[in-house]
Structure formats: C-alpha cells, structure tokens
Nanobody, 126 residues
Framework: QVQLVESGGGLVQAGGSLSLSCAAP????????MGWFRQAPGKEREFVAA????????YYRGSVKGRFTISGDNPKNTVYLQMNSLKPDDTAVYYC???????????????????WGKGTLVTVSS
C-alpha cells in the first residue's frame, strides 16, 4: 500500500486553471505507475490520466486530452495534474492512485483499496 496525499483543489471559473499535487512521503515513485481519477456527484469514479513510473509514458481520457497534463517528480515523490481550460463538467472530487503497473490504473476497479488518496474537490463554475 502507498500513502497518498492530494492537494491543490479549489474553485475556479470556466476557462481557468488548477494544479493538483499528490505526494507519497517515504515512497519511491519510480516503483509505481501513478494516476488521477475523478468522481462527480451521482456518477461513478472514472479514469482521468496516468503516468508510468519512469515518466516515459502518459495516458489521458479523451475529454481531457490537450487540456490536462500529468507529470511526476521522482526525487520529490510527487505527481502533478495540471488542468487548463477547465469546464463545468470537470467538477468532481479528484483522487490520486498508485498501481504496480499502468494497466492497474486503467479502471478504478483494479486499484487496491489502500492505494488511493482521500481526494481533493475541484469545482468549476460557469
């Protein structure tokens, strides 16, 4: 299991930007694939973006491609999600997750229960 702590959520107007951070104190990020998921009110949790432990490959859901960027800073054991051109549909609680491989992060169902952060709320007003 990996202890994960998200930060950076908040309220922003449509078209604005936010940057989320996910720290894993005492862990070696390069040993894990890392990802972001989100859950809007009344909806299921969904994949947003993921990055391999080496940082060499990143994957995005279609609706955020070109607007969101996932990146990692292995010496700091931190992964980031830069969100630009935000839309009201992006409003959700955003969760950080870790996986032994990138495949684990393609769906929330394969992420172990102990490999989630507690989430940070992002609200985009129209």
């Amino acid at each position: 299991q990996v202890q994960l702590v998200e930060s950076g959520g908040g309220l922003v107007q449509a078209g604005g930007s936010l940057s989320l951070s996910c720290a894993a104190p005492g862990r070696t990020f390069s040993s894990y694939a890392m990802g972001w998921f989100r859950q809007a009110p009344g909806k299921e949790r969904e994949f947003v973006a993921a990055i391999t432990g080496s940082g060499g490959s990143a994957y995005y859901r279609g609706s955020v491609k070109g607007r969101f960027t996932i990146s990692g800073d292995n010496p700091k054991n931190t992964v980031y999600l830069q969100m630009n051109s935000l839309k009201p549909d992006d409003t959700a609680v955003y969760y950080c997750a870790a996986g032994d491989s990138i495949v684990v992060l393609t769906t929330p169902k394969t992420v172990r229960s102990g490999d989630w952060g507690k989430g940070t709320l992002v609200t985009v007003s129209s």
